[in-house]
């Protein structure tokens, strides 16, 4: 089983920006459609974007889309968010996980990692 682990979030001002990390474990990380989700109190997790396995192919849910940009390093096992114009709205714990096809919103590992708090103060 591919263990996860998310890093790099933060408190920042509204306008800023943010890198998140998700390193996976083990060696079949470049099979998988990789995605990143959100979630905040009260509500249920969210996809924020996916990335296809070679990075050619990206989606982005509306409320993020030309502000956030996925992107990922197979030969480190890592996937990243980078987030700018960061809003109070985006103040969530981030969380990454593989899903089946760059359209999904499943993730396919029953185990989530400890995510990443991104705070965002007006």
């Known amino acids: 089983q591919v263990q996860l682990v998310e890093s790099g979030g933060g408190l920042v001002q509204a306008g800023g920006s943010l890198r998140l990390s998700c390193t996976a474990s083990?060696?079949?990380?470049?099979?998988?459609?990789m995605g990143w989700f959100r979630r905040t109190p009260g509500k249920e997790r969210e996809r924020v974007a996916t990335i296809s396995r070679n990075g050619a192919v990206t989606y982005y849910a509306d409320a993020v889309k030309g502000r956030f940009s996925i992107s990922r390093d197979n030969a480190k096992n890592t996937v990243y968010l980078q987030m700018n114009s960061l809003k109070p709205e985006d103040t969530a714990v981030y969380y990454c996980n593989a899903v089946n096809t760059i359209a999904s919103s499943n993730p396919i590992f029953g185990s989530w990692g400890p995510g990443t708090q991104v705070t965002v103060s007006s």
């Open positions: 083990g060696r079949t990380f470049s099979s998988y459609t």
